[in-house]
T-cell receptor
């Protein structure tokens, strides 16, 4: 069990640029989640995948945000035309479908985005 | 919609002292409640959870939490704090049973714990 892996760990970009984050979940976990955490706040739910299907999206996920999980394994979160308000830590988590109970999420270390 | 309030942004305790971190939730049905810990440079780690049954739940690292429905609270406790417990602690509530909502947690703002030697 190698844990949830996120890349890159840090990204600094200029306003208006596109950025993409990658998440590799724990291999046997079929559920994958993206959360966003801003300074001084708890994580906020963004979206959820079961296998390759994106089953739920938060209203926080504007049309500049897109998440994919093409083969039900790794996932990407892309932010287009970044804005300074997008600066945050983007957290990925995974959970098993059958063994896991609600909310037993395994989090990665996060990808920190700074938009200048 | 559910919500979670952690009234204390920052708590400082001496090593060996007891600890209680407060958490109040708002949710219309039976809640699923969690405490996570986040150390610097580390991912969030589940400390303990409550789904049903015994209202006093035990977790990892010597932590426990008590669910009090009448007070809508789920406070985290530890009898004797170690320096390694310094971290940020998050209380969270999960949406009720339903496959598509598993893992959709609402977190509180967090409580930063500082431990003095």
């Amino acid at each position: 069990d190698t844990g949830v892996s996120q890349n890159p760990r840090h990204k600094i970009t200029k306003r208006g640029q596109n950025v993409t984050f990658r998440c590799d979940p724990i291999s046997e976990h079929n559920r994958l989640y993206w959360y966003r955490q801003t300074l001084g706040q708890g994580p906020e739910f963004l979206t959820y995948f079961q296998n390759e299907a994106q089953l739920e999206k938060s209203r926080l996920l504007s049309d500049r945000f897109s998440a994919e999980r093409p083969k039900g394994s790794f996932s990407t979160l892309e932010i287009q035309r970044t804005e300074q308000g997008d600066s945050a830590m983007y957290l990925c988590a995974s959970s098993p479908r059958d063994r896991g109970l609600p909310g037993e999420l395994f989090f990665g270390e996060g990808s920190r985005l700074t938009v200048l | 919609a559910q919500s979670v309030t952690q009234p204390d942004i920052h708590i400082t305790v001496s090593e060996g002292a007891s600890l209680e971190l407060r958490c109040n939730y708002s949710y219309g049905a039976t809640p699923y409640l969690f405490w996570y810990v986040q150390s610097p440079g580390q991912g969030l780690q589940l400390l303990l959870k409550y789904f049903s049954g015994d209202t006093l739940v035990q977790g990892i690292k010597g932590f426990e939490a008590e669910f009090k429905r009448s007070q809508s609270s789920f406070n985290l406790r530890k009898p004797s704090v170690h320096w390694s417990d310094a971290a940020e602690y998050f209380c969270a509530v999960g949406v009720g049973a339903g496959g598509t909502s598993y893992g959709k947690l609402t977190f509180g703002q967090g409580t930063i714990l500082t431990v003095h030697p």
